[in-house]
């Protein structure tokens, strides 16, 4: 373990207390000066750590690079990178491959000021509520790209179930469901060489709602919109933020790199929140129809029953549910 991963121990098990810089450097057994360094770092990292004559205090517990490092597994040396606020995860990490950003790079946000979802609709991504982050995939082939949204779904409701215990499941195409609200939403998208007909990489965006934010959602989307915590419920899991963005990371690049189909589909079938219920189909040309999902077919297209009993299997679109 590393001296500023010991600092962080020793920081976060006084919460809230000020720790003198001898107390630290004899319990991490380095120099004062060391413990100096190692804050700097930690600060540097986005931890939250009040620095007076009195000692060190953790002030914020909450997203952070080292947060999210202690849950991935040791020989990961993924690059973390954890920021106050952006426009977009999925902007910033294009712009981070761009300049050479390595494969499976992470970056994660407390917020997002232009959170973006599919067709360019807007994410709420408030701060102190809510966790967004995009990890970058490069050297991938075209048959994994088509599965890159199924797989982030798969991973983001593995994730979910095992920091939250909560059940997730998946509503087609690209969003995670809790209690019937939406706690999570998926974009991804890809960058192609049209020169030699490659996929150059891929960015896989999820924003998760980790708890309610302050004075509830937003009146638009207050009837759709979950979170893995739930006040009424109140239900709380220490260290959520940095838990579930770690859980969520393995699990998608383990699911990536150990593609297996039939088990991907199995994955994200027996999470299908949409069975049997009564939607409205929206494709492509802004044409809608009611139907009802029978299910979701071994290549992750939709099917369902129009009313006038024809049956079809959808690969693009968008549904929403009738109440």
């Known amino acids: 373990m590393k001296v500023k991963e010991i600092i962080l121990e020793k920081l976060e098990k006084r919460f809230g ?16 000066n060391a413990v100096w360094k ?13 620095r007076t004559h009195h000692g060190y205090r953790l002030v914020e517990e909450g997203l952070s690079e080292y947060g999210i490092k202690r849950y991935l597994p040791p020989d990961d040396n993924v690059c973390v990178e954890v ?17 050479g950003a390595e494969d499976f790079s992470l970056v994660a946000s407390r ?32 048959t994994r790209a088509r599965y890159l949204t ?13 920091v939250f215990g909560s059940k997730a499941e998946i509503k087609w195409v690209n969003d ?21 007909n490659e996929i150059d990489y891929a960015v896989v965006g999820i924003g998760i709602n980790v708890m309610e934010p302050e004075g509830g959602f ?13 006040k009424a419920g109140g239900k709380t899991v220490e260290d959520a933020f940095n838990r579930v963005v770690a859980s969520v990371y393995v699990s998608l690049k383990k699911i990536y790199t150990h593609f297996d189909k039939k088990r991907l589909n199995g994955e994200y079938v ?54």
């Open 38 to 50: 190692a804050v700097n770092a930690l600060v540097s990292g986005g931890v939250k750590i009040e």
């Open 17 to 32: 207390e000020y720790v003198s810089g001898a107390d630290l450097a004899h319990e991490a057994g380095v120099s004062r």
């Open 270 to 323: 027996r999470r299908s929140y949409l069975d049997g219920k009564r939607v409205t189909v929206l494709t492509s040309d802004d044409e809608e129809y009611p139907a009802t999902v029978k299910g979701i077919d071994e290549d992750f297209r939709l099917e369902v029953v129009t009313n006038d009993g024809v049956e079809k299997r959808l690969q693009f679109g968008e549904v929403k549910l009738r109440l």
């Open 150 to 162: 199924a797989m982030a779904a798969v991973a983001s409701a593995e994730g979910i179930e095992e």
């Open 83 to 99: 920021l106050e606020e952006v426009d977009s995860t999925n902007t910033y990490m294009k712009e981070r491959a761009a300049d």
């Open 218 to 230: 937003p009146e638009e989307i207050k009837n759709i919109a979950g979170a893995c915590m739930s």
């Open 111 to 142: 917020s997002q000021s232009a959170g973006r979802g599919r067709k360019n609709a807007s994410f709420y991504s408030p701060k102190n509520s809510g966790v967004y982050f995009t990890v970058l995939i490069r050297n991938i082939d075209f």
């Open 176 to 196: 995670i469901y809790i209690d019937g609200k939406k706690c999570v939403g998926i974009l991804t998208e890809s960058v192609t060489n049209m020169e030699l």
